[in-house]
């Protein structure tokens, strides 16, 4: 019943910025923590960023803190991750999830299980 769909991925250059978005139906969206994963080319998925379910707490990874913010939109739906000054190593299929209990607290989520939308695929070349 729940389903997330990103969008916005696609190819460019270092130090270029994307916006992905990713709408969430089949539930009450603003009662849940959402994130954001990716999956380089020959690596595990990994975390990205997190937010809560009112969007006033974040949470980021080392590698790209300082250069994603994500937020949310609880009108439309919709979380998102602004990526600026890409690097070629930010090249992965990126994911949103959302945890399948509400309870889940953001920082919580990389452990929690989760619904994952189908990914979007990010390239950042040299």
């Known amino acids: 019943q729940v389903q997330l769909v990103e969008s916005g991925g696609g190819l460019v250059q270092a130090g270029d910025s994307l916006r992905l978005s990713c709408a969430v139906s089949?539930?009450?969206?603003?009662?849940?923590?959402m994130g954001w994963f990716r999956r380089p080319p020959g690596k595990e998925r990994e975390f990205v960023a997190a937010?809560?379910?009112?969007?006033?707490?974040?949470y980021y990874a080392d590698s790209v803190k300082d250069r994603f913010t994500i937020s949310r939109d609880n009108g439309r739906d919709t979380v998102y991750l602004q990526m600026d000054s890409l690097k070629p190593e930010d090249t992965a299929v990126y994911y949103c999830?959302?945890?399948?209990?509400?309870?889940?607290?953001?920082?919580?989520?990389?452990?929690?299980?989760?619904?994952w939308g189908q990914g979007t695929q990010v390239t950042v070349s040299s």
């Open positions: 937010i809560g379910w009112n969007g006033a707490t974040t």
């Open positions: 089949g539930r009450t969206f603003r009662y849940y923590a």
């Open positions: 999830a959302t945890p399948t209990s509400r309870f889940t607290n953001a920082q919580d989520i990389r452990a929690a299980d989760a619904y």
